[in-house]
């Protein structure tokens, strides 16, 4: 596939200039620029983070390495970024989710097309593995910007993650030095796995202390998800965290917003790009009454479908019952479904026979989680199972019922596949979280242990703060008797941290 | 603009083959063939009806010429009509509304692009002015038919129009060749007029009769809209109908749904397609709430916008606060409003002022009518104002007040222009009142009178019925004592004619 | 029944005085005209047609016979007719609906218990069948007034009724006073419809010409409901009508409104009264989704409700699947309903095999019509049964499956009896189509033939504007320019009469 | 006020008998057993508990004082309890919130009112406070117990508390037998203060160690309520806390339910039970978007009411914005109100200077917390203020202004006032969890320090469970690949401590 989505990649790498980048086409970079100066209006709590402190630059002197999709939203965060004085260098998180006209647009800043003047970006839509990984190691190689200061250091001090990627580069580079050697890949060794091998083998064959100096560089990473938390946590209680870490993930304004909001908004939206099949009247299934559950389950319901729900957690049926829903499992309606969708974090939550027992050219899409919510795998190597492409991310899957189902964006997530990924507004209450904590992080970094952190609970509100203005929403405020009648400071926060929202 | 959106137009039409044609690209068809397929499973109304009447054939013997938007919907239309029995040569009701590759699978039909085996189709996206009515004169000229048959007619004897174009052709046709003469264009006169002219110039040119041979042939027509039918009744009031016609607009079946639901679906679709912008938490104002408001109004809801309402009609005022919205004039609320959406049926809804007071990058968009709705007139013959394409159908207008606001698809129905109109579900109802209404005048059209009839409520409700299996619903049937408490037959018709649903 | 509900009864009635009046207990008057007061702020239509009239008193000289439920609503409507002019006498429709403080206030007026100085009126909670007739009779003797006015008259020039009793009582009157005899009660006649022969035979002991004289008097009804109206229909097509009709139930801002929004709003307060079980999470049925069922589906849904909606009506049907909800058969899901609400207009609805087939302790409720809905008849003969009464209107039917279920207001209309019917707001449009009614027909009689007609639909946007205002809903007015572009008037109406709202 | 809602109250208490009790009017257990009957079948957690725990009687030899609402609901608690294996001794928590015929039939029992075999109850609805806090002393005198079983205890060994009061008195007592006085009354000191210093001052006067020795044998406390669970943080933070203690308010079955689908029930219940006011097309104002102010709204919007919120936490100021609602302060459009509901827990929430704002008769309503949330104190000494009582619990407060405002439940919580208070399906919830944490701590009790503790979270997960079946719920199951993918166990618990739901 990485073949099949490449463009003439537009690069400067290893050229006399000191500026690097490796992009699919600078001549983009003005539809790009259309389009960031949309989302800048759309990512208010960005905007009033350059106004508040893009005269005081508290990010001056912060070497930021960020791994996270770039898109047209992640553009505006580094340039909040580097309004705020940081140095930032980039790379995408996932080989398909670059937006190629934002990547230019950054690489191009204020300069043009022949005379880029922006911020190094390594990503576009449809990298190898190998490029990939290749692109995330850049991120760490400061050695321009070392030289271009008159300065000695080695890569960032600071990480802007989004599942680990880049932390994991880091501490697995450190370990494999220590070591004084990169293992041999093992039997069953995924070839990304293997890819990851490669690059550090062929830097310890360069250099014996490189990661050991960039780890020790590090104040701190800011991560973006579940998944990247999950790791961080996991390296935090084995005591081989190497720097302080902060999970914005689990900021109130990141996942009860992104998860409930972002997916009410991209489910139908994906639907309708990939199928253009009337909603209403339909009868949608939605697996899982999370967050993500919850925002699909209400987008359906305001299209005029009858939704179904189904979970494993008895408090969240209860939930999906008080809310109107019928609960039941998949198995009990399969026949009826028009509209699957998948928003669980697990796997095998869809398996063959489900899909054998859909009506025919039901509708099948993961909004979920890795493409293993559904068994793709089980139907790839289902005998009699066809696979038509009726357009891109949008497959016919004739059985051998005689039935078909549509299977959107391959199984993989519906909303960035078919859709655009969550909107800018959803985004922007995520990315001033990773701007707040960039912030904490750099300026305080010696004051953090190697843990993991939330941020307080009044740096959570800030960003909710932020994003009113917009919406033109007007916040009360607590008199004197009133805060101190419950027990809160007048300007918060205003909640105990056990609060469920 | 044709131009711009011209293809390779694949033809034949004038060869000794009897079969003619103009479309784009025969090898367009199969990826036609794949969208035809997904639509006959979200139209069951038009699939049943192949169903019920395939053998019998009712329509054996009928010629229909056909003028409505050359869709993947109206292809489904056209293959029912045949399946039927009928004959059909057909044409695009609007210049930009062809897709190309319905066009195509329909002329190709069972064969191949080599050797295409459908019916003759004229249209193509993106014709002229010239080109669009060369293609519906077209359709009235059945020579190869007869030929072909042995037998001895010019024409159709069934019109299935949208908009009435091809019944005006039909009408002006006869009348100049009544008078002798086509004529001349006056001062003002649009330029579509002069290519009408222009059109029945030549004709009557080569034929003193030809129109009116035609319009003698034909038994009926079926009209599809509000606008075509208001000519129909004028001609009737005028008792200038050559034939008798029949409404299919005001169907229940149509209207309350085409209308409400259709846009409840495609307006979301095309703000999420034109813009990304996040809809939940914003300001949408929505003028006008008949069935058009009404569908707008709910989507918007549904995705968490807080909505504002407009009207004129107090009763529509009435409601739209009974059901929970604030109702207000555009002016008094022109600086909250994030997202402007226009469903009215009339024009200057949205004047230039509007425009001006809104708020920076407010999305400006049209559902309801022609584009005068908006004042695009007033807004491109503004001084200082400047106009920047983000994409196609996407436009940021610069103000000279500073803001801009971005207005979809210059001002047209932005759910045709900026998503793929109604969806397949909601046309099969409008469809199958086509075709039940074809059946009807084909075999009883000398039992109507020249004046335009509508559907009786029986059929109406067949169709609603035709379309329930889809949705699983599960209908009650009354006991004969039940229905005879309440004064219907047990089959219907239950309402009476004023029943407002 | 009668006997339970009975309170004292204070009566004024063939006393010297020349005030009549029988209500319940004069004494309620004062917190009776607390309640006339909050209604009145929720009633602008009358309250606006007061203002509007006031003054020119247009209903001076009319008489009016006043027959319809005698509560709060109707008081505020009976003083608004007094202070448009108006002398008026009052029964109730219903033996059952009589609001007693509602009563008093109106006979005490702006006079006191010891000398009240109000309006006429005869009616109480709690009639018996004779003496509901013998109050409708009362509202016909208008000799007190006439001997005040020294004027010669027997009874009104106008009718104001609900249901048509008061309309059918003068129509057979006059009818046997033709035929010089009334007739024997037949077998299988009904208690009632021997409680009115003996009526007009008392009646015509006394005069051979008294309704005759009545009928010659009156110059018009207006009839509030759909059953009068049927009545008031087959009187015309028979040509018997003595005198013109105004259909008031047809107008948008009665029906439409009264039985959707009213409905919305007394359906769970009813629930709610006689039950207290919670609504949310539920499985709720609705059989029928005309107005009313709309109404019901939608109140049980903002309750948090899984609703399911019976149709026989294929239109109706389609309708509620667009709006999301699954529509089957009551037998399909007898097993999982909790909450089992009809609202058809037919009878037979729920049977007793249905109310054997529900879950221990479903809630039954009518809102639809007269009590056959439910099959009353067939749960009180069902062997084994058994009814426990757990509060008035709230029974517990001990079935014979070893289940209950509880059954509301007897089966009767429940937002009646189980609430307090519909609010002033819904009331306040329907009595304002009510009085514009009298008004025109008063003022215009001579011009009407005796048939049956529906206001204008300018009178009926009137009343919509009348109520904007609480609301606070601003209208938006059309330009000269957009009116003629559409074809209407700047003030209305706006809309052809087969519009469906 | 005690004296108007006194009954006869019926006392068996310092009798001989060893059965003591003390309600208003056994004669009224019938009546409370029909109510009971219908609690239980809304009421699956606690009857799946008597089921599950009937036969093992895991509560046999527990000894309960229960302090909580003697509602129909908590009746169907006391006897889950007594199925369980305990003695309960039970007084109510609130001067008027017991429901005499619930503590009628709960003193009968399985006797008769004139044999009665039930519970010892001390509560009726009208309590003054040395009533009242006569009954709680009662709760904590088990000699007639400890005579009857032959047993040498004082008191109870555990305690059900809602609002801390039972415990307070406890600990209290101890305290004051320790100093070995009890202090006078200081200036300022409320009412109700010197009521508990005088039932402790003559408790110290017939013994010195009473309490001390209750104290010594409660194993733990249970408690319902925020105010409750406040106090014992309070009393554990300062090392004073005498027994363990659950914290049952925080459980997700609890905190999340009863609030927001509590609410979402009887805010409109007691709207319409009020006032009878069109809920539909009105503007309604809510102050506060927690879980109160989120049922309040969902059920004001699914009435047709246009719905603002205020809030002063940024973060649920922006939920409410993306839930679609305006956000403003009640200032911005005090004068637009025609529903005012308070649900934040906070004080003078309704200033006077608000009142005066409203329309002429808006209903203000208090669901959040004291009657000081409306400053009702400001009212009554507001010169010029009239207060005229409508109905019980509804008052029309006239205001200097000229208008009126209708206050209802005298601005104490409304929803107890004007409606019952939470349906039993909600309070299932909530007392399931009573129950449970009841076991637990009896069984456990030695395990617990001094300290508040929350149920685990397979126990808040269990409550939910128990209420699934009959809402027709059908949960699905985690396959063992699956769980082991995400890391938890099949049968939960499923999400971190964190999660939010």
């Known amino acids: ?80 970024l580097v309004a705020l004085g940081a140095q930032v260098r980039w790379a995408s998180c996932n080989i398909f989710s670059t937006q190629d006209e934002a990547a230019a647009a950054i690489v191009v800043g ?46 960032p001090n600071m990480i802007l993650d989004d599942g680990g990627d880049a932390t994991m ?78 999970n914005v993930n689990d900021s109130v304004t990141k996942s009860k917003f992104d998860n409930k909001y972002g997916i009410r908004h991209s489910l139908p939206d994906g639907l309708n790009r990939a199928t253009d099949v009337l909603i209403g009247g339909k009868v949608a299934f939605v697996c899982g009454y ?45 026949g009826d479904i028009d509209i699957l969708v998948s928003g669980t974090g697990n796997k095998d939550v869809i398996t063959v026979d489900h899909l054998l027992g859909l009506k025919h050219l039901a509708v099948v899409a993961n909004v979920g989680h890795f493409d293993n919510e559904i068994d793709m795998a089980g139907l790839e190597s289902l005998a009699g199972a066809e696979r038509v492409e009726i357009k891109p991310q949008v497959h016919e899957w004739r059985l051998p019922t005689g039935r078909s189902v549509l299977v959107l964006s391959e199984g993989r997530l519906m909303n960035l596949g078919n859709a655009t990924g969550h909107p800018s507004f959803v985004m922007s209450n995520s990315f001033a979280n990773q701007v707040l904590a960039q912030i904490e992080l750099y300026a305080h970094g010696e004051d953090y242990d190697r843990q993991v952190y939330v941020l307080p609970k009044l740096l959570d509100e800030k960003v909710a703060r932020l994003h009113l203005d917009a919406l033109g929403v007007k916040l009360t405020t607590l008199t004197a008797e009133q805060a101190d009648y419950i027990g809160v400071p007048v300007e918060g926060p205003y909640k105990v941290d056990h609060y469920r929202y």
């Open 290 to 334: 999370g967050d993500v559950g919850k925002g699909a389950a209400e987008a359906l319901r305001g299209q005029g479908a009858r939704v179904i729900v189904s979970e494993v957690d008895p408090i969240n049926a209860l939930q999906a019952a008080m809310d109107g829903y019928q609960v039941t499992t998949l198995d009990a309606v399969i």
């Open 110 to 155: 204020n300069g043009s097309p022949e005379h880029p003047a922006g911020v190094p970006v390594f990503a576009w839509k449809g990298e190898t593995l190998e490029e990939y990984w290749a692109c995330t190691e850049r991120i760490f190689d400061w050695s321009a910007e070392a030289s271009a200061a008159g300065a000695d250091f080695t890569g």
């Open 169 to 246: 580069l880091v501490h697995k580079g450190r370990e494999f030095e220590l070591a004084g050697a990169v293992p041999d890949a093992a039997e069953g060794d995924s070839h990304e796995w293997r890819v990851v091998l490669g690059v550090l083998r062929a830097s310890l064959a360069v250099s014996s202390d490189r990661w050991t100096r960039v780890a020790s560089e590090i104040q701190g990473v800011t991560e973006e998800t579940t998944t990247g938390v999950h790791r961080l946590y996991e390296l935090a209680r084995d005591g081989e965290l190497q720097f302080a870490a902060i």
């Open 1 to 80: 596939m990485g073949e099949r989505h490449r463009r003439r990649v537009c690069e400067n790498w290893g050229m006399p200039s000191s500026f690097e980048y490796q992009v699919a086409d600078l001549a983009l970079a003005e539809a790009g620029r259309h389009q960031l100066r949309l989302a800048e209006n759309e990512m208010p709590g960005l905007m009033a983070l350059r106004a508040e402190f893009g005269d005081s630059k508290p990010l001056a002197g912060a070497r930021i390495a960020g791994s996270l999709h770039m898109t047209v939203q992640t553009a505006v965060l580094i340039e909040t």
